[in-house]
């Protein structure tokens, strides 16, 4: 196992709910990467913070925002829920100059 | 568009029967390539990875994997399954020096070894 923890399990929200998931980092990590697994699929890069600041985003709607804590943790935040937002939601934590991410086991939200 | 395609999406192998699972890339500039593996409930972990240099990369678990340019190709392969090696396959990229580039990741490889 990695040192990368993420809460919840498991959620459950129905359509225009907001949630809110929580990452952990690795010790010594500075900087932690969101990815979206939809059933079936590879993970999708949502966005990535470094030094409590987003420094990268894919292919995502303004409504998936992010911040991260002076302790390098991290929250990903969804407005406005999707049906579609249904999927596994990982978190990675990596260290600037070492390009190598270490995932969390990640939060499975179903938007109903 | 950068992108990492996967060639098999199921692959049901004998144990002890040698494996190969095709990885190609869409990259502008140089990239570093991953392949990460999911176990049954368990969380991605990393087999291995290029960045640059000797092209033939060694992994955990006796995998390895070829870095091939002229063919935008980093197929992974093990001389002989084992049942635990039952699991999913994820190719993935970045642009050298990583830095805000996210992996792009493949759709994945369903890895079913057959006792």
């Known amino acids: 196992e990695t040192g990368v923890t993420q809460s919840p399990t498991h959620l459950i929200k129905t359509r225009g709910q907001q949630v809110t998931l929580r990452c952990s980092s690795q010790?010594?990590?500075?900087?932690v990467s969101w990815y979206q697994q939809a059933l079936g699929q590879g993970p999708q890069f949502i966005f990535q913070?470094?030094?409590?600041?987003?420094?990268g985003r894919g292919n995502f709607p303004p409504r998936f925002s992010g911040l991260q804590f002076p302790n390098y943790s991290s929250e990903l935040n969804v407005n406005a829920l999707e049906l579609d937002d249904s999927a596994l939601y990982l978190c990675?934590?990596?260290?600037?100059?070492?390009?190598?991410?270490?995932f969390g086991p990640g939060t499975r939200l179903t938007v109903l | 568009a950068q992108s990492v395609s996967q060639h098999n999406h199921h692959v049901i192998l004998s144990e002890a029967a040698s494996l190969e699972l095709g990885c190609n890339y869409s990259?502008?500039?140089?990239?570093?390539l991953f392949w990460y593996v999911q176990y049954p409930g368990q969380h991605l972990q990393l087999l291995l990875k290029?960045?640059?240099?000797?092209?033939l990369v060694k992994g955990i678990k006796g995998f390895e994997a070829e870095f091939i340019k002229s063919k935008f190709s980093f197929n992974l392969r093990k001389p002989s399954v084992q049942w635990s090696d039952t699991a999913e396959y994820f190719c993935?990229?970045?642009?050298?020096?990583?830095?805000?580039?996210?992996?792009?990741f493949g759709k994945g490889t369903h890895l079913i070894i057959q006792p």
């Open positions: 990675a934590s990596s260290s600037q100059g070492l390009n190598e991410q270490f």
């Open positions: 010790s010594g990590h500075n900087t």
């Open positions: 913070y470094y030094r409590e600041e987003e420094n």
């Open positions: 990259y502008g500039g140089t990239v570093n």
């Open positions: 290029y960045f640059s240099g000797d092209p």
């Open positions: 993935a990229a970045n642009s050298l020096g990583g830095g805000a580039d996210g992996l792009t």
